[in-house]
């Protein structure tokens, strides 16, 4: 049984206020579990600043490289939001006020009876040919165009795209995990741990030190899309911690 | 007043560990303030798997491109760390036996009775003309090569390497903020907004929408490295938004 071919993909968060630390990035670990839960393998990500050229440099060079590329940030009303304007340009699309944006918009401030300004027909502008990702918190959409999956940076927008993000993506074979807690730091496991990698050689492998309160040891994680080989490589692994 | 030129730096973050969503990254964000707190500007964050082609071509990328290049991860004891090797591939330089890191690490492992084995030798490789960041949780150094601080992804030894790392960068005209909690949503804001960004072109303005519980507001974030010209904006934009 081989592996089957990965599915891969890559983040890109934007916005200033993440690289000032100001804001705390928490939707790529969201999203990093929710490709692994569904099999798809997260290779990169990259946080940029809300600057047109860094966004475009980041967009073509993720989307070029990667199946998929999955966007937070910088799609709200504002004149910092020009993510839409940079995924637009990386394709060589025009922007374009999109009629399905503008309905939804329209229709979710009319039952507010909130006033459709120029800021928030900014929300509506849309690469031209991109499909919706619906927005059940605050409606004003993302999009999807090519490979390039853009959603919103507000932590309950994003979670709530993904549902849709997650439904347009293939389903992959899911990668499975086994762990291990080696009781011992690093240095004290490393030659075993090498050694049943060495065996193992598809099986990928990793040592992850913490410090569990008291001292510290390690968490051994051991992937693999193969159930069978995964069992089989975690039990040599157990076998050879159990001889140190 | 102008704004002095400024500092540009990136974190790179390597581990799969990350990328699978298993551990979340909270490096960054500390990075983030600090370099904030002492007026350098984090531009970029890659994040990249334990693959030695993803991350010399990362460090190659960043380090010719930004001031500075901190690292994180991938520096312990096992066969999956590899930033040492990578890091010297990017510059072109052997990666030696170090001996003033094998003498921390003997001393350190010495007081311990703990044995210096193969593994933990791995830890005193070091490319050649590169100077140790100490570490004074558990011994093993980070280093610095050109313009790139190599640091441990273990949270708490990456903090205590951060602070020689700090020492050891220049001190720059720290960025100021000011923060104004808007009271309403972006879309109500924003034309104020694009006004006085229009006004204060020096001053960066940022709108960053959250959920405070109850509804959606907006935090309006000003900085500037020239005070008096922060303030001057920030009072603009406050009478901006009592007009509202």
Redesign the interface.
Known sequence: MTDASPIRAAVL?I????????????N?????????DIGI??????????RME?IVEAVRALSSRYDYVLTTGGI??????ITADAVAAAFGVPLVFDDRATAILKAHYDRRG?EM????R??TRIPEGADLIPNPV?AAPGFVIGNVFVMAG?Q?IMQAMMDDVVRRLPAARP?L?ETIEAGRG??????A??RV?EAFPAV????????DGTR?TTRL?L?SRDGAMLATAAGALRAALAEI
Request: charged share 30%; aromatic share 6%.
């Open positions: 968060v916005g200033d206020e993440i690289l000032s630390g100001r804001t705390k990035d928490r790529t670990g969201f999203i990093a579990d929710t490709l692994t393998d997260l290779e990169e990500v990259r946080i940029v600043s809300d860094a709200g009303p504002t004149h910092d939001d909130v300004n120029d800021a928030r900014r929300m605050s507000v309950a990668l995990s690093e240095g004290d496991v490393a030659a741990l090498t990698q990928r492998m990793g040592s992850y030190p913490y410090h510290f994680v992937r």
